[in-house]
T-cell receptor
Framework: DGGITQSPKYLFRKEGQNVTLSCEQN?????MYWYRQDPGQGLRLIYY???????QKGDIAEGYSVSREKKESFPLTVTSAQKNPTAFYLC???????????????FGPGTRLTVL | GENVEQHPSTLSVQEGDSAVIKCTYS??????FPWYKQELGKRPQLIID?????GEKKDQRIAVTLNKTAKHFSLHITETQPEDSAVYFC??????????FGPGTRLSVLP
């Protein structure tokens, strides 16, 4: 399954609490991504990082924060500012190398976050 | 930015029939088009991809075609089986970066 893991699998949070979702990969991939998936919906990009210590906002970054201190790790924090955080969160990674590369994304197993 | 549309949103076929899912993209710079299959509660997994220098690619019962001029690409599944039932996502990217996904197609293969 590609060596990308997410934890926990299920997460419950009370309103007003911040929570951090873990994503780790041992594929030596440069790029990592966070997506949100709502029931019956596609994948919406939250944040992505193409190199350590650098990351960019995706389409729905408000209420989320990330860090990329290590190549292997890209944790996502869902803050209390996120109005409707209940969703399935998917992390992905891919190689980025040169202009001639076409690199697929490998997905983690996902974390299902429920706000109580 | 890139925008990817996908049709139909749901598709039901009889076992053994073919299924076709179509996607269009807006950015002519996109040159890599993967298709992912996602079973209920699981992660998306790549099933086939195509690069812009190729018009068609086939892998057993699945094939993908690309029309760069019209900016659309399609997934074809022949001899469908119940285990093909899942949600399928298309995506477009530029050299495998900055993926934009379609909204997905829920395929049901009826026995």
């Amino acid at each position: 399954d590609g060596g990308i893991t997410q934890s926990p699998k299920y997460l419950f949070r009370k309103e007003g609490q911040n929570v951090t979702l873990s994503c780790e990969q041992n594929l030596n991939h440069d790029a990592m991504y966070w997506y949100r998936q709502d029931p019956g919906q596609g994948l919406r990009l939250i944040y992505y990082s193409q190199i350590v210590n650098d990351f960019q906002k995706g389409d729905i970054a408000e209420g989320y924060s990330v860090s990329r201190e290590k190549k292997e790790s890209f944790p996502l924090t869902v803050t209390s500012a996120q109005k409707n955080p209940t969703a399935f969160y998917l992390c992905a990674s891919s190689r980025t190398s040169g202009s001639s590369a076409y690199n697929e994304q490998f997905f983690g197993p996902g974390t299902r976050l429920t706000v109580l | 930015g890139e925008n990817v549309e996908q049709h139909p949103s749901t598709l039901s076929v009889q076992e053994g029939d073919s299924a076709v899912i179509k996607c269009t993209y807006s950015d002519s710079a996109s040159n890599y088009f993967p298709w992912y299959k996602q079973e209920l509660g699981k992660r998306p997994q790549l099933i086939i991809d195509i690069r812009s220098n190729v018009g068609e690619k086939k892998d057993q019962r699945i094939a993908v075609t690309l029309n760069k001029t019209a900016k659309h690409f399609s997934l074809h599944i022949t001899e469908t089986q119940p285990e093909d039932s899942a949600v399928y996502f298309c995506a477009a990217s530029n050299y495998g970066q900055n993926f934009v996904f379609g909204p997905g197609t829920r395929l049901s293969v009826l026995p």
